[in-house]
């Protein structure tokens, strides 16, 4: 392709349009969504049985979603969430089906809409507004707010009663920094109570109320596998389903409550699975491998609306019945592009202790309990090819097979692409998950290391003289941490949005992610200061060994911008040049990493220019622009 076809194909990849938290209205005749066919993200109504879309916002919406939005019960109103500039400090604000907006709570802090109350007159949402994330309540009719909990650790996940007086949700008052329980309590927060299930260090929480107001159906991981519950509030006992081989997590009750819905994890897919209560059996909705999840609310005939990808499928909603059959009900565009270009993964596994062969750098370590590692590897099919490793966010996340333009960007750039379910991801139970804790930067970054290893050694195609590591968020500490461990298997880096001086992290990030990410993975940094030094990567720069590009977005409240400075400071500090040894660009108008298409180009030429200059980059038969 010429240089002119070759910039097209960034662009028009970063410009598809994405259809972003859909969900089905009260009456089940349309379907709400965010999507930006028209170069901004919009809310949309989208009618099931035409296929017809029709804006709703022209403009009022964050560019930049971050958090989905809600129906009023009437279902002539949404309820969405509005920042400035992806800072993520939501108000919430209400648009009708004319079109019309206006704020319904503006306060200090970050603002999450839990729930919307049947009576159509009650908000409950969680806020960072005193600090610590707790719940609030706020009053359609007389505009008044109030709050509900005031608790040391986060208050999230609520959910609200039918008749709106019963109030559940999520927090832990124990002394175990691993555990959290589920709560209920009257609707002004009074008379809370724990629900007496599951077991202390593991985590339990309200999912969704029965339409009786009755039961409530409970998520759960004290047998290690996610596992769902329902609850009888009345007898207070609990009936379990799953918890026996597969991860679920649970996800709302059907019409009538005699069923609900729960999401299967088996390796990097997601499948829904409907539950019969009483028959205590399950039943697999019948859609393609992938990614998939169905919507809250039942069609008014009754079918389930299910949100499907693949790596190789653009976000497709789907029409579903218990028998089988299912219509396909939207599709995303794909602009100039042949699906049949974008490429499938292969599903690779490895064993690893946790120590590779290359040699550590930063911090030695004996070997850790051996795991069967999973993992998913993209062929460019350039060859040799060179190789991208893209070490996912969260770190309690994990790779599956969803379309993802940046990976099929990089495959149209002659990379290959490999990414690891490393220890500490999900979809393999609670005792996979907490191998990680307190022990970031160690066996999880080994266990990378090793993938690495394992396809150099199983597959010739792959140049070993052209490895780079590229993740975001804590993708992007894994990047910097491989970089300073284990420099002689990289010949470039990219980190976006990365952690890099964990002591700076739980200072300067929001209270909920102080709380429940960085003591409850590292415990207290006083407490444990050698860790938490040990295990920062910029104190071990010296290390750096290939060109690293650091990017960051200075509205980030999840990882404060403050880490990419400190990083370079560091570099400078320890003799790195930049623009030679590293080269640094700060994003404004941008938080943590940004949905809006205009900020994906500019990302995605950022890492392609970085690349290109770097280590080279050729043109693959993959995602090329139709003729």
Known sequence: MSETE??????????LPSLITPSVSPEGDQIGVYYDVTGRNELHLLDPE??????????????????????????????????????????????????????????????????????GETLVFSSSAGGQLNLYCHDLPSGETAKLTDYERAAAG???????????????????????????????GSNPRVLDVGETGAETAPVDFGPEGRRLLIADNSTDVGRSGVYDLETDEVTWFGGDGFDENPSH???????????????????????????GEATELDVPAGVSSVLGDPLDDGRLVVNHTAASTRATLLACDLDGETTELFQSAYGPFDPEDF??????????????EADAHAVEHNAYEEYEIQGLLFDSGVRPSPLIVNPHGGPRSRDTRRFNYRVQFLLSRGFSVLQVNYRGSTGRGRGFVEEIYDDWGGAEQGDIATGVEHVLDEYDWIDEEQIVVYGGSYGGYSTNWQVVQYPELYD???TSVGVSDL???????????????????????DENADLYEERSPAEHVENLACPLLIVHGVNDPRVPVSQARILRDELEAAGFTEGEGFEYEELGEEGHGSSDIDQKIRSLELLDDFLDRRIGTRDAPVASLDD
């Open 6 to 15: 070759t910039d097209d194909v960034l662009r028009e990849l970063a410009s």
């Open 50 to 119: 035409t296929g017809e879309l029709t804006q709703l916002s022209d403009g009022e919406v964050p560019r930049a979603v971050r958090a989905g939005f809600e129906w009023h019960p009437d279902g002539d109103r949404l309820f969405f969430h509005r920042d400035e500039a992806g800072d993520e400090q939501h108000d919430i604000h209400v648009i009708d089906l004319d079109g019309e907006t206006e704020p319904v709570v503006e306060m200090d802090g970050q603002c999450n809409l839990g729930a919307v109350g049947e009576d």
């Open 158 to 188: 609520a959910q609200l009663s039918p008749d709106c007086e019963t109030l559940a949700y999520a927090t832990n008052e124990t002394d175990n920094y691993d555990n959290q329980d589920a709560y209920v309590a009257d609707a002004d």
């Open 253 to 279: 009750f059907l019409s009538g409550g005699e069923r609900f819905v729960a999401s299967r994890s088996r390796d990097s897919t997601n499948t829904p699975v409907v539950y019969d209560i009483e028959a």
């Open 343 to 356: 490429v499938e993964p292969e599903t690779i596994r490895f064993d690893s202790d946790g120590v590779p």
């Open 492 to 494: 470039a880096a990219v």
């Open 503 to 525: 002591f700076d992290m739980y200072e300067n990030t929001m209270p909920h992610f102080r709380s429940e990410l960085m003591v409850k993975n590292l415990g207290e940094p």
